[in-house]
């Protein structure tokens, strides 16, 4: 069974940094086919895609946020993180991560229940 | 970079009616879109990818067509429980990076 959690602070000043972690099982990071992504989703809007990463080390980011993000992985605890510098109020938001699976096109087969991260002093 | 424009905003139906969303691409994406519904304080899932293809679990009353920059995801017959937001998304292989619609709200009239 494939699952995804996201774990990480529900609250964050103004200019700190954010790490979110996503924990996963059912699958190994170590698959060259699949890959985890990040999605945040500011309240009653749409979904922002952040980043990617794959096992080969290949890492992707969004062109708005790129000098922000930094996307790892530590294939031996199952985890991927996410760190967002930085922060502001607009990054408030539902932060998801997912798994990109068997359809590759980097389709979002499996999704973590997202942890909501407000940014406030 | 791609822009994915999903129509209309809101969608006001009936269970039992059929439902025709739609999503524009600004170049063509060949088939290469899926679709997603997300339901209020849940996480997004997968429904249809490759444009037409259903994913595993998801009720033969949801289709996927179209390619090129003209996509649509028809409800034939609306249950109670697929009024929920969709999204289509893209993917670009260079430079890599994903892309989202900005969503169609399907609302019980």
């Known amino acids: 069974q494939v699952t995804l959690k996201e774990s990480g602070p529900v609250l964050v000043k103004p200019t700190e940094t954010l790490t979110l972690t996503c924990t996963v099982s059912?699958?190994?990071?170590?698959?060259?086919?699949?890959?985890v992504s990040w999605i945040r989703q500011p309240p009653g809007k749409a979904l922002e895609w952040l980043a990617h990463?794959?096992?080969?080390?290949?890492?992707s980011y969004s062109t708005s946020l790129k000098s922000r993000l930094t996307i790892s992985e530590d294939t031996s605890k199952s985890q991927v993180v996410l760190t967002l510098t930085n922060m502001d109020p607009v990054d408030t938001a539902t932060y998801y991560c997912?798994?990109?699976?068997?359809?590759?096109?980097?389709?979002?087969?499996?999704w973590g229940q997202g942890t909501l991260v407000t940014v406030s002093s | 970079e791609i822009v994915l424009t999903q129509s209309p905003a809101t969608l006001s139906l009936s269970p039992g009616e059929r439902a025709t969303l739609s999503c524009r691409a600004s170049?063509?994406?060949?088939?290469?879109l899926a679709w997603y519904q997300q339901k209020p304080g849940q996480a997004p899932r997968l429904l249809i990818y490759?444009?037409?293809n259903r994913a595993p679990g998801i009720p033969a009353r949801f289709t996927g067509s179209g390619s090129g920059t003209d996509f649509t995801l028809t409800i034939s017959i609306l249950e109670p429980e697929d009024f929920a937001l969709y999204f289509c998304?893209?993917?670009?292989?260079?430079?890599?990076?994903?892309?989202f619609g900005q969503g169609t709200r399907l609302d019980i009239k």
């Open positions: 997912a798994r990109i699976g068997d359809y590759g096109d980097y389709v979002l087969d499996y």
């Open positions: 059912g699958f190994s990071l170590s698959n060259a086919r699949m890959g």
């Open positions: 990463i794959f096992s080969n080390d290949e890492k």
């Open positions: 170049q063509s994406v060949s088939s290469f």
């Open positions: 490759n444009a037409s």
């Open positions: 998304q893209h993917r670009s292989y260079w430079p890599p990076a994903v892309t």
